[in-house]
Structures are given as structure tokens and as C-alpha cells.
């Protein structure tokens, strides 16, 4: 369709989203961005975050683990380690593991533990403030 873009959103384990859109915003590496149809080419790496799109009126988001997107003129493409719609996050699962990284941060003995604790609790996060957008 001329307005609409196209928007894939693809793990290693599956296509997460693929659907017509109007406007797709997401968590770019220098910032937020969004997107529109006709959009200026380009590829940007991913934080952990949340991505949101927008069709017909109506808005969803799903929970981004990082990865990259390319935009081009009538399609977006992201390819992400993992990524789920906030109708499919399990947000017990998600306070768990939050829970967990803070107790690995709180106890980590270098760097390396450190950081690894760090990014799951980003993951943990963004996830919750996900399920929560989409619960609304
Ligand atoms: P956990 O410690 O709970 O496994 P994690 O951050 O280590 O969390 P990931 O490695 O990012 O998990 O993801 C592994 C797989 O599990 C992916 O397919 C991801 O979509 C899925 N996943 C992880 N957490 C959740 C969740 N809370 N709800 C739904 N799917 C999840």
C-alpha cells in the first residue's frame, strides 16, 4: 500500500512481527528514531528497548533485545537476538529475572559478571515497562 511500510521484526527463532504500518518508532543506538513511509535509507544498531508501531489508529509495542534495523522508503527490517510483543511477554518470568540480575549485580565478583548482570537486567526491564505499555 503507497502510506504503508512494511515492518518485519525477526529473531534467530522466529518472525516476531510482520505487518503494513504507518509509523514505526524505535531505540536506535544514538537515540530514538521513527520511521515513515519514504523514509531516508538507512542502518542503525538497536539498544535493548522498546519498539513501537502504529496502524490504523492503533499502537503496539514489543520489547526489543538489541540487534539492528534497516530503513528503507517502504520497509523496515529488524533483526533483533530476541524480541516479543507485550501480549506475549510472561511478566512473572520477566520479574524473575529481574530480581536475579539485581542479586548477580549485587554480587558480582568482576567486570565481566558486572556487565553480564547489567544486560539482563536491561532486558528484564525493558520488558516489563513493555507488557505494561500493552496492557493498557
Ligand atoms: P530469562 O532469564 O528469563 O531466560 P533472558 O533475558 O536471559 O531471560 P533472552 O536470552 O533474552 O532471555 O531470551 C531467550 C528466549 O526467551 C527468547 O526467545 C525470548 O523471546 C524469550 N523470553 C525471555 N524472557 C521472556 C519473557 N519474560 N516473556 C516471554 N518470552 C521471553
Known amino acids: 500500500m503507497a502510506n504503508k511500510l512494511l515492518l518485519e521484526v525477526v529473531t534467530p527463532e522466529r518472525k516476531v512481527v510482520s505487518e503494513e504500518v504507518d509509523i ?33 489508529g492503533v499502537e503496539r509495542y514489543v520489547a526489543i533485545m538489541g540487534g539492528y534495523a534497516e530503513v528503507l522508503p517502504d520497509k523496515v527490517t529488524v533483526l533483533a537476538p530476541a524480541a516479543e510483543e507485550a501480549t506475549d511477554i510472561d511478566v512473572i518470568r520477566a520479574r524473575a529475572a529481574k530480581e536475579r540480575a539485581e ?34
Request: glycine share 8%.
Open 24 to 56: 514505526v518508532v524505535a531505540p536506535g543506538e544514538l537515540g530514538e528514531f521513527g520511521a515513515l513511509v519514504r523514509h531516508v535509507p538507512f542502518l542503525t544498531k538497536l539498544k535493548i528497548g522498546e519498539l513501537r508501531f502504529k496502524k490504523d
Open 103 to 136: 542479586r548477580r549485580l549485587r554480587e558480582a565478583k568482576d567486570k565481566l559478571e558486572f556487565a553480564r548482570a547489567q544486560a539482563a537486567l536491561q532486558r528484564a526491564l525493558a520488558r516489563l515497562k513493555v507488557a505494561e505499555r500493552g496492557s493498557r
